[in-house]
């Protein structure tokens, strides 16, 4: 497990590095995209840190999913990585938000869930903040304080004291106000940044209290900080009630989903969209 840290420290490391770069070269010139009429399609940075990928992983001994590419494998496989180099591709054209690296590990070859996953790395390529759950245990690494934290049990909070992620951006509005109108009546406070595994990772250690999603477009990769949300209590599933643990980890599959820091608000939530 060990060499599974070290090996997403240094894609953490080299994507940031190269997009700083490239960024230090070019300034912020909006959003650089293969379609820009799809906000969904392969950015330019997206490119640039799939590349730095694929040098790293080029001799590691694993299969490969990564967001917007071709899935690779090495002839010997022992473990299955999948990455989404750059959550947030919108975010890091327009300078905002806290766009990061996603990084999962699975011991299973084939026909894995949620669940089997064993290793999660996310990092933020704005606050450089780092969030990992490894052999057990999960913890924070804050990149101001140089401090470490490690991840736990959070209390239950009612809605009308919570704070939650809802998600209107790519276009998702409509969809997304017609299944949760109620709960932006109801929660205290509404704030979203768009950046799925880092959203998932600040729920991890109490910043938000719930996540919502039902905009018909978050994919597979956006669910990979799953087992973190899991260690601290908290709970994940469709809008339909389906534990997402218990999901095939299928990289393409559009999953809408609700997460909470604790199951009675995780409950209470799904009732009100039902």
């Given at each position: 497990?060990?060499?599974?840290?070290?090996?997403?420290?240094?894609?953490?490391?080299?994507?940031?590095?190269?997009?700083?770069?490239?960024?230090?070269?070019?300034?912020?010139?909006?959003?650089?995209?293969?379609?820009?009429?799809?906000?969904?399609?392969?950015?330019?940075?997206?490119?640039?840190?799939?590349?730095?990928?694929i040098n790293i992983l080029q001799d590691v001994p694993c299969r490969i999913f990564m967001?917007?590419?071709?899935?690779?494998?090495?002839?010997?496989?022992?473990?299955?990585?999948?990455?989404?180099?750059?959550d947030g591709s919108i975010n890091w054209d327009r300078g905002i938000g806290d766009p990061g690296v996603c990084i999962a590990?699975?011991?299973?070859?084939?026909?894995?869930?949620?669940?089997?996953?064993?290793?999660?790395?996310?990092r933020g390529l704005r606050t450089g903040d780092i969030y990992c759950?490894?052999?057990g245990e999960a913890w924070y690494e804050n990149k101001l304080?140089?401090?470490?934290?490690?991840?736990?049990?959070?209390?239950?909070?009612?809605?009308?004291?919570?704070?939650?992620?809802?998600k209107t951006g790519y276009g998702g509005a409509r969809k997304q106000l017609d299944k949760t109108l109620p709960l932006f009546e109801l929660c205290k406070d509404i704030r979203a940044i768009d950046n799925s595994?880092?959203?998932?990772?600040?729920?991890?250690r109490g910043a938000t209290?719930?996540?919502?999603?039902?905009?018909?477009?978050?994919d597979g990769y956006n669910l990979l900080a799953y087992p973190m949300i899991n260690y601290i209590g908290g709970k994940i599933t469709t809008l339909d009630g389906v534990e997402i643990g218990e999901l095939e980890l299928n990289p393409n599959q559009i999953i809408n989903f609700v997460a909470a820091s604790d199951h009675e608000l995780h409950n209470h939530l799904l009732e009100l969209i039902k």
């Amino acid at each position: 497990m060990q060499d599974y840290l070290k090996i997403a420290r240094e894609i953490s490391t080299k994507i940031s590095d190269a997009l700083i770069s490239h960024l230090a070269k070019n300034g912020y010139n909006g959003i650089v995209s293969d379609n820009a009429e799809n906000s969904k399609a392969t950015h330019q940075v997206d490119k640039i840190a799939s590349e730095v990928v694929i040098n790293i992983l080029q001799d590691v001994p694993c299969r490969i999913f990564m967001e917007s590419f071709q899935y690779k494998s090495h002839p010997n496989p022992r473990f299955s990585i999948f990455i989404d180099p750059v959550d947030g591709s919108i975010n890091w054209d327009r300078g905002i938000g806290d766009p990061g690296v996603c990084i999962a590990i699975s011991n299973r070859l084939s026909e894995i869930r949620y669940k089997d996953i064993e290793f999660v790395y996310v990092r933020g390529l704005r606050t450089g903040d780092i969030y990992c759950y490894a052999n057990g245990e999960a913890w924070y690494e804050n990149k101001l304080t140089a401090k470490n934290w490690p991840l736990k049990l959070i209390k239950p909070i009612q809605l009308s004291d919570a704070m939650g992620y809802l998600k209107t951006g790519y276009g998702g509005a409509r969809k997304q106000l017609d299944k949760t109108l109620p709960l932006f009546e109801l929660c205290k406070d509404i704030r979203a940044i768009d950046n799925s595994a880092m959203e998932l990772a600040e729920l991890s250690r109490g910043a938000t209290n719930f996540i919502v999603d039902a905009r018909d477009l978050s994919d597979g990769y956006n669910l990979l900080a799953y087992p973190m949300i899991n260690y601290i209590g908290g709970k994940i599933t469709t809008l339909d009630g389906v534990e997402i643990g218990e999901l095939e980890l299928n990289p393409n599959q559009i999953i809408n989903f609700v997460a909470a820091s604790d199951h009675e608000l995780h409950n209470h939530l799904l009732e009100l969209i039902k």
